[in-house]
């Protein structure tokens, strides 16, 4: 039947090599299994239908054969009571039952094997998407895994390193030389601080009178 053409696609179908031409395999994955899920709810009414076919084959069969059953039974009668002409016609409707009977046989027999198989492909479409189900989050993940793993390999690809520790170095001897020039500047205000300072000056004055009054009582000790 062409609704389970779709169907039978689906079912053989390779869900990885369809990520390999997906452009967004997380959506390709969605779709597949909304596709499953509609071409399955599809195949089930046809199948409800085919069932529903069936059923009333059978009943029709099953009427026609009882039809037959009372018509025999009514000729008997009818043979038993000495009326052969009353039994011919009840045998003559009888002769109609089952051709009738014989007719819905047949037809009972395709709705059984349209049964089977509409039956067996659903069956099997509910297996492949319960398997679909299964691997979507896992496949997601995988897919999710890979574009980052792609995007790091492309931003380190980007990266020159040569270049990034050549600029890198050179920021270094910046930073040493901003920071040599600072100590020299601070050696610098260090010293004109001690030139320049009356307190050290006074210092200095008082240790060379106490040195030479030292050495004038010394002096004098010798004389005497």
Do not use: C, H
Request: net charge negative; proline share 1%.
């Amino acid at each position: 039947m062409a609704v389970f053409q779709r169907i039978g696609d689906l079912i053989k179908a390779n869900i990885n090599d369809l990520l390999d031409k997906a452009e967004d395999p997380e959506k390709m994955i969605k779709q597949i299994i909304l596709d499953m899920e509609k071409e399955l709810a599809n195949g089930t009414e046809v199948l409800g239908k085919a069932m529903a076919s069936q059923k009333q084959m059978q009943k029709n069969l099953e009427r026609s054969q009882a039809e037959s059953a009372q018509w025999e039974n009514k000729a008997k009668l009818a043979l038993k009571a000495g009326n052969q002409d009353l039994a011919k016609q009840a045998l003559a409707k009888k002769v109609n039952a089952d051709k009738q009977a014989e007719e819905y046989r047949k037809l009972y027999d395709q709705a059984t094997v349209q049964v089977t198989t509409v039956k067996a492909q659903v069956d099997a479409l509910k297996l492949k998407l319960d398997e679909a189900r299964t691997r979507q989050s896992t496949l997601i993940a995988r897919s999710q895994m890979a574009d980052a793993q792609k995007s790091m390999s492309k931003a380190i690809g980007n990266i020159d390193s040569s270049s990034a520790y050549s600029k890198f170095n050179k920021m270094e001897e910046k930073i040493s030389a901003k920071e040599a020039e600072a100590e020299a500047f601070a050696e610098i205000s260090g010293s004109s601080d001690l030139v320049n300072d009356p307190f050290k000056d006074l210092e200095s004055a008082s240790a060379v009178d106490a040195e030479l009054a030292r050495l004038m009582a010394e002096m004098n000790e010798d004389a005497e």
